[in-house]
């Protein structure tokens, strides 16, 4: 079941008239002339869609949210900050379907009753920057935006904006800083961005991936949405596979589907490279918990795990983790987890904006801690001094930045601790690495 | 070093986007276009940049020191930007890197001495499928599934190109 990339591979499908061909462009007149922006959010909340950013929070109630009643002007933000390392599906979706991102603003800033809408994309996508201004130009000239949309009555301009290179952006209210020209320091919420966001004013803030979603709730109702995937995970998702895998790209699933077959299937990841055995997978992107290879595929139940919310965070955070932003990094048996933690330790200290003391020091300490670790230099006391560094991050921060680098290291250490112990005994033991260096140099 | 009058058309272009008194909000790609002209962001420049948005000279540069794509020293021609985080190391991009150091005879952040090339490891270009990875500005095209001798062959471009 395909509801995003359905026309992926259609000719001509990045220009609007190849786009509506294929039937783009059809929710805008659905919307614009049979359906209230009120009737809009109620579809969205039948269809049970959830943000795809990550965090998984029910769409349509975020959009009732929205102070409609203030006097100020309303705001729909489009998230495409896509900065979580392992994925890069917004990336992707951006890129060969850009017209699918455009017709879900148009339609999704109607329904939050907004006149003007932005699209914050990461200023290293350049170029998918140059293909959404195209298609935006494109949507223009058809009528699609500007002045009365298709004679509604409906007034909307669209901009694109370029970031500058910072994770932090991610977060939505740092988004909202960096969209009014400052450092993407995140704010502390309440208020949320749907009383005061952009400019003060009412503001939705969705990822790219939520919004694509919406023209095909509208063509097809909420209720036939709702109809796909399981349980509480509803419809479809883009996951990212990436790592030691022979397949690596972008996969729509409809979600529900066996973690195992996800890996293991020539239609999704097509196994482990070069042959190897499994070691770890990190589900949702780096923030989340890595899980070892009987967690991944079972749960703690000996229940098959399932592609979505609720499979992948059964048993919590002890044997559980996230579906998250569908950032899908597979490990096999040669690779290091210390030195991946180090790695990964070095990225959220290096993406940290600074504000609180608890991450900014924090996951300065945790590099160094690690980096000991794996250069040889650790001692055994290290280990529970990362784990309680970790717990004095989490929780006390103003962003989930504090969170998003904890956990990683919590479930690391929970899971492989005698990888860090044997680091730390006896410092050649770990091959992984010098593996990794013959065979890159190889290529 | 004052900006073309077709550079500061396109400033109040960018303007125009932003509601009325709230385009300090043209600060970021504004910045992009006045880095392109100069290969980075000279303390003059910036200053110039808050003179068209009517904003102060600090507004520009904490804006410009906070964002890793802005570079506020002197760089070399091509700033070779190359992904350094887990999913692009798990597919060799340790080994690009200390490849790249060792072919241009430069340490991370360091620029050669013909001023041609900087190598700046950076965070996740959400390329992870398609790595190793690096980018290079003012376009910032995706240089993907990096070998060494792609390596070898792009950095030869870009030295006959000069």
């Known amino acids: 079941m395909k509801i995003l990339l359905e026309h992926i591979d259609k000719p001509g499908i990045q220009s609007i008239d190849g786009y509506i061909k294929n039937g783009g462009y059809r929710s805008v007149e659905k919307a614009l002339k049979q359906l209230s922006p009120d009737q809009l959010v109620e579809e969205v909340k039948t269809s049970g869609l959830r943000g795809r950013g990550g965090a998984g929070f029910p ?67 350049m170029y998918i920057i140059r293909i959404l201004e195209k298609a935006i130009a ?101 996951i990212s596979a990436c790592g030691n895998i022979n397949k690596p790209g972008v996969y729509e699933i409809e979600l529900g589907l066996p973690v195992e077959e996800f890996i293991y299937s020539e239609t999704y990841c097509g196994g482990i490279a070069n042959g190897r055995e499994l070691k770890a997978v990190v589900a949702g992107g780096s923030s989340v918990p890595i899980l070892p290879k009987n967690l991944i595929l079972k749960t703690a139940n000996q229940d098959a795990r399932l592609m979505s919310y609720e ?44 504000q609180c003391s608890p991450c900014r020091e924090g996951t300065g300490w ?78 | 070093m004052p900006f073309t009058s077709e550079r500061l058309k396109q400033f109040e272009e960018i303007k125009k986007r932003y509601p009325e008194g709230r385009h300090k909000s043209a600060l970021l790609p504004i910045l992009h276009l006045v880095q392109e002209d100069h290969g980075w962001l000279p303390v003059a420049a910036m200053d110039e940049v808050a003179e068209v948005l009517d904003i102060k000279p600090i507004e520009v540069y904490e804006v410009a020191t906070f964002y890793t794509m802005f570079h506020v020293k002197p ?58 990875v690096l980018q290079i500005g003012p376009d910032y095209k995706y240089h993907e599934h990096l070998t060494i001798e792609k390596i070898d062959s792009l950095i030869d471009e870009l030295r006959s190109k000069g």
């Open chain 2, 75 to 132: 760089v070399g021609k091509y700033v070779l930007e190359i992904c350094r985080t887990g999913p692009c190391c798990l597919v060799g991009a340790e080994n690009i890197i200390q490849y790249l150091k060792e072919k241009l005879n430069i340490e991370e952040g360091e620029t050669t001495k013909d001023g041609l090339f900087t190598l700046k490891p950076v965070e996740c270009l959400a390329s992870c499928g398609t790595g190793p």
């Open chain 1, 59 to 125: 769409t349509g109630m975020k959009w009732s949210f929205l102070d409609k009643k203030s006097d100020k002007p309303k705001y729909l933000v489009c998230n495409a900050d896509e900065s979580e390392p392992g994925t890069f599906k917004d990336r992707y979706l951006m890129e060969h379907i850009p017209h699918l991102l455009i017709e879900g603003m148009i339609v999704s800033s109607f329904a939050l009753t907004a006149k003007t809408s932005y699209i914050y994309v990461r200023g290293e996508m």
């Open chain 1, 138 to 238: 494109e949507a223009y000239a058809k009528g699609y935006l500007g002045k009365n949309i298709l004679g509604s009555g409906y007034d909307l301009d669209l901009y694109v904006q370029a970031g500058g290179g910072a994770y932090i952006c991610g977060e939505e209210t740092a988004l909202l800083e960096s969209l009014e020209g400052k450092r993407g320091n995140p704010r502390n919420k309440p208020p949320f961005p749907a009383v005061w966001g952009l400019y003060g004013c009412p503001t939705v803030v969705n990822n790219v991936e939520t919004i694509a979603a919406v023209p095909w709730i509208v063509n097809n109702g909420g209720a036939a949405y709702a109809g796909i995937g399981i349980g509480k995970s509803t419809g479809t998702k883009l």
């Open chain 1, 366 to 443: 945790m590099e160094k801690v690690l980096h000991r670790i794996e250069h040889g230099h650790g001692k055994l006391t290290d280990i529970d001094l990362l784990v309680d560094v970790a717990k004095k991050i989490e929780g006390k921060t103003i962003c989930p930045l504090g969170e998003a680098a904890a956990w990683p290291v919590a479930s690391a250490i929970r899971h492989f601790r005698d990888e860090f112990e044997a680091h730390v005994r006896n410092p050649e033991s770990c091959n992984a690495r010098h593996l990794h260096f013959e065979t890159a140099m190889s290529h």
């Open chain 1, 311 to 354: 499979s992948l965070s059964d048993g919590g955070f002890i044997s559980g983790t996230m579906l998250g932003s569908g950032g899908f990094i597979v490990f096999d048996d040669q690779s290091c987890i210390v030195r991946n933690l180090w790695n990964f330790t070095r990225f959220y200290h290096h993406e940290s904006c600074g």
